[in-house]
């Protein structure tokens, strides 16, 4: 497979991947063998199935699915901005690690596939917290199922997306232009905005949009989200717990700059 190093990592039958390495047909390939993804949509059918059997009516149902897919861009946006870009995380040693794992090891490794997936003990409760109790108010079971699975898949599309987002090529399709464009500003020039991934619109709202990134200033956080050499000396367990050396706090260009 062009572009792809085979290492000692388990998770794709001993193969990493790097994603400025890889062209689109690597990406399927790699995606559908994750096993994050294999999981999402195993957990997808048999939700969909749970919710065929729990209910009467499929209207309740789909208007469950409906409502979690309207509301995701907005939950996505609020989960990036506040909790993954948020400082409180790595000031404790009991949520350090998970902030490690679920953020700041992509901005440090921004094409590292391994670390942008989410890990299914950081992602799974998060989509039940958010769609069960959601479906249940609107139907029951029955919906509470269909809200899940839809949680499932849109995040699912949301993972391929975002995988899309950092391969090294100009997507056919102008809606992926744009959000490719976006986020590659976010990781390069400025991660204090930008923080949809597939969709920018509540950036729009809350006034965190910038379309091209010549409209503010380059970030000397872009890399560590705050987590500086200082904070490093207070906070230790991050750079505990990293077996390579981290970006510098200076940035550096974006790749073409």
């Not at 399927?28 to 048999?46: C, G």
């Not at 958010?130 to 509470?144: C, E, K, Q, R, Y």
Request: net charge positive.
């Amino acid at each position: 497979m062009r572009g792809i190093s085979v290492v000692d990592f388990g998770v794709w039958a001993g193969r990493k991947y790097f994603l400025d390495k890889m062209s689109l047909a690597d990406l399927v390939k790699a995606y559908f063998t994750h096993y994050a993804i294999l999981v999402y949509l195993a957990l997808a059918a048999a939700a969909i199935t749970a919710s065929v059997l729990l209910t009467d009516s499929l209207w309740k149902p789909l208007l469950a699915a409906a409502v979690t897919i309207a509301l995701y861009p907005l939950v996505e946006y609020l989960l990036h901005r506040f909790v993954l870009h948020a400082q409180f995380l790595y000031k404790s040693p009991l949520t350090a690690r998970l902030w490690k794992r679920i953020h700041f090891d992509h901005h440090q490794n921004p094409n590292d596939m391994s670390v942008l997936f989410g890990a299914l003990h950081t992602t799974l409760p998060p989509i039940a917290v958010i769609t069960l109790p959601l479906g249940w108010a609107i139907g029951g079971p029955g919906s509470a199922a269909a809200a899940f699975a839809a949680g499932l898949l849109v995040f699912a599309f949301y993972e391929f997306c975002h995988c899309a987002q950092h391969l090294p090529f100009k997507p056919r399709s102008a809606w992926l232009q744009r959000i490719k464009k976006s986020h590659v500003a976010h990781h390069f020039h400025n991660e204090q905005g930008n923080f949809g991934i597939t969709s920018f619109a509540w950036d729009r709202a809350f006034g965190t949009y910038y379309p091209h990134a010549k409209q503010v200033k380059r970030s000397p956080t872009v890399f560590n989200l705050g987590y500086t050499t200082k904070q490093a000396e207070r906070y230790p367990w991050v750079a505990e717990l990293s077996d390579a050396p981290r970006r510098p706090d200076p940035v550096c260009p974006a790749p073409g700059e």
